[in-house]
């Protein structure tokens, strides 16, 4: 491991719209092949569309499906003497938001839809509700945190 300093945290410039920087880091998430001005769109269109469906804000409605989304525990591999432990860790902050929204994105890439931002929309409505693949995948998780309950006295 090196013995040098850890390099700063890097955050990136709040969003042009909302202001708020989760949403410029869930736009960077959903960017591909660095074209950032698609994923904008596919974003903002998407947030329209909960506006219009919802009648709510969609900030609040997306802030909302995020903290529905993100994982308290994990389960890491941990070798200990020969064999390997799935030993449950709690998630940081930082790192169980970019987790949220990678499996928000995930979900929506898989459904079937006819745009991005339709699908984007139906899955940020269902995590926002409790439901959808990506609080599937949240709940499967803590499941299995909870079975490996017995190897936590592994955790480092």
């Not at 799935?86 to 990678?102: I, L, N």
């Not at 490996?148 to 955790?155: D, M, Q, T």
Request: charged residues 35%; positive net charge.
């Amino acid at each position: 491991m090196s013995r040098r300093n850890k390099p700063p945290k890097r955050i990136p410039a709040p969003d042009a719209i909302y202001n708020s920087v989760d949403i410029a880091k869930f736009i960077n998430r959903l960017m591909r092949r660095g074209k950032k001005s698609i994923a904008e769109k596919i974003f903002y269109s998407m947030m329209e569309a909960v506006k219009e469906k919802t009648k709510q804000d969609p900030r609040e409605v997306f802030e909302k499906a995020i903290t529905n989304a993100t994982p308290l525990l994990e389960v890491k591999a941990r070798r200990i003497g020969g064999s390997t432990y799935q030993v449950p860790v709690e998630v940081k902050a930082d790192r169980g938001m970019g987790v949220a929204s990678t499996w928000i994105i995930e979900a929506a890439k898989k459904r079937h839809g006819k745009s991005m931002q339709e699908k984007l929309t139906a899955e940020i409505l269902d995590a926002s509700n409790g439901q959808g693949a990506a609080c599937k995948k949240r709940e499967d998780t803590h499941k299995m945190a909870e079975a490996n309950k017995a190897f936590a006295h592994y955790r480092y």
